[in-house]
């Protein structure tokens, strides 16, 4: 196939496009910059220059593609209220370009998008009220377009896709962690994190794009709630810091905008999607990966 990919050199998209390449399809990428164009050229694609926001340009990746995949998002969670809009008409440019083709396009959420305080499954439709909402809205319009014979199908990731070289919130919170002398959770620690090896995730996005149905809503879950409590003394093991308890009123000032997510309580289940592709992570596990040295041989994010 010829597939079309939005954030295929950012953090999933850099695992997702060899993925695709190995399994002999091609791929065109987004492409903000020279150095982005420069890392697809590297890995065997070709780059489409241009960014989220410029619906043309996605409706002309989209429409020489065979399929698309949509990962691309603004991750400035300081102004998630500008990011949200830019996603979303993504998404309707992306689904109205492939409307009445029958082509597949997998759009990107989270399973935080499906609730918390339980252990979230497919099935969930998505919580207004929830940490996620704010992905909501993208989920059901990519799902809207399966009655205009598009392949719709949506990705949600874990809170926690990891790996060596991951920037996001394990990364922060090991900066965090460096930066206060101690790896803090928020209470005693038993709320959990869904996590998803990047290998597994970049796997599953293959997969879904070959033969998932339309209307699938997946999750990329290799393990259904890690206590964050473990999360924070395996940081405190790395770095050699002890763990300490924060309340939850403290949790934003001393591990930065992720402190609020942290305290949240959002395992998931993957068991439909396992069932429906056969899908079976082998990566390592989050614990794994923090008991190593990836995460703490050179400077992260603070």
Same mark, same amino acid.
């Given at each position: 196939m010829h597939v079309f990919v939005t954030g295929a050199t950012g953090w999933v998209g850099s695992a997702v496009v060899p993925e695709l390449l190995a399994a002999g399809h091609e791929v065109v990428g987004l492409a903000r910059s020279d150095a982005s164009a420069a890392k697809l050229a590297a890995a065997g694609a070709t780059a489409l220059r241009g960014s989220l926001d410029d619906l043309d340009v996605l409706r002309a990746g989209a429409a020489d593609a065979d399929g698309v995949i949509h990962l691309a998002f603004i991750h400035d969670f300081e102004r998630m209220a500008d990011s949200i809009p830019v996603d979303r008409a993504a998404i309707e440019t992306l689904a109205d370009t492939l409307a009445g083709t029958g082509k597949p396009l997998l759009v990107t959420s989270g399973t935080a998008a499906a609730g918390s305080g339980r252990v979230t499954s497919e099935q969930d439709a998505g919580d207004l009220d929830g940490p996620g909402r704010g992905r909501i809205g993208g989920e059901r319009a990519?799902?809207?377009? %399966?009655? &205009?014979? /598009? &392949? $719709?199908? /949506? /990705? &949600?990731? $874990? +809170?926690t896709v990891h790996g060596a070289g991951d920037p996001g919130f394990v990364a922060i919170l090991v900066a965090a962690a460096r930066k206060a002398g101690s790896a803090d959770h928020v209470g005693d620690g038993a709320n959990r994190w869904a996590a998803v090896h990047r290998s597994d995730a970049a796997r599953l996005y293959r997969l879904a794009l070959e033969s998932a149905p339309a209307g699938s809503v997946l999750h990329a879950v290799g393990e259904e709630g890690v206590p964050t409590r473990a999360i924070a003394e395996a940081i405190g093991s790395g770095l050699g810091l002890p763990t300490a308890s924060i309340e939850a009123a403290e949790a934003q000032q001393r591990l930065g905008f992720v402190g609020g997510f942290f305290a949240l309580d959002v395992p998931s289940s993957s068991a439909s999607t396992r069932a429906l592709l056969g899908w079976e992570p082998s990566g390592p596990t989050l614990l794994e990966d923090l008991a190593g040295? $990836?995460?703490?041989?050179? +400077? %992260? +994010?603070?």
């Amino acid at each position: 196939m010829h597939v079309f990919v939005t954030g295929a050199t950012g953090w999933v998209g850099s695992a997702v496009v060899p993925e695709l390449l190995a399994a002999g399809h091609e791929v065109v990428g987004l492409a903000r910059s020279d150095a982005s164009a420069a890392k697809l050229a590297a890995a065997g694609a070709t780059a489409l220059r241009g960014s989220l926001d410029d619906l043309d340009v996605l409706r002309a990746g989209a429409a020489d593609a065979d399929g698309v995949i949509h990962l691309a998002f603004i991750h400035d969670f300081e102004r998630m209220a500008d990011s949200i809009p830019v996603d979303r008409a993504a998404i309707e440019t992306l689904a109205d370009t492939l409307a009445g083709t029958g082509k597949p396009l997998l759009v990107t959420s989270g399973t935080a998008a499906a609730g918390s305080g339980r252990v979230t499954s497919e099935q969930d439709a998505g919580d207004l009220d929830g940490p996620g909402r704010g992905r909501i809205g993208g989920e059901r319009a990519a799902l809207a377009a %399966v009655e &205009r014979d /598009v &392949r $719709s199908i /949506v /990705v &949600r990731l $874990s +809170p926690t896709v990891h790996g060596a070289g991951d920037p996001g919130f394990v990364a922060i919170l090991v900066a965090a962690a460096r930066k206060a002398g101690s790896a803090d959770h928020v209470g005693d620690g038993a709320n959990r994190w869904a996590a998803v090896h990047r290998s597994d995730a970049a796997r599953l996005y293959r997969l879904a794009l070959e033969s998932a149905p339309a209307g699938s809503v997946l999750h990329a879950v290799g393990e259904e709630g890690v206590p964050t409590r473990a999360i924070a003394e395996a940081i405190g093991s790395g770095l050699g810091l002890p763990t300490a308890s924060i309340e939850a009123a403290e949790a934003q000032q001393r591990l930065g905008f992720v402190g609020g997510f942290f305290a949240l309580d959002v395992p998931s289940s993957s068991a439909s999607t396992r069932a429906l592709l056969g899908w079976e992570p082998s990566g390592p596990t989050l614990l794994e990966d923090l008991a190593g040295d $990836s995460y703490f041989a050179a +400077p %992260v +994010p603070g």
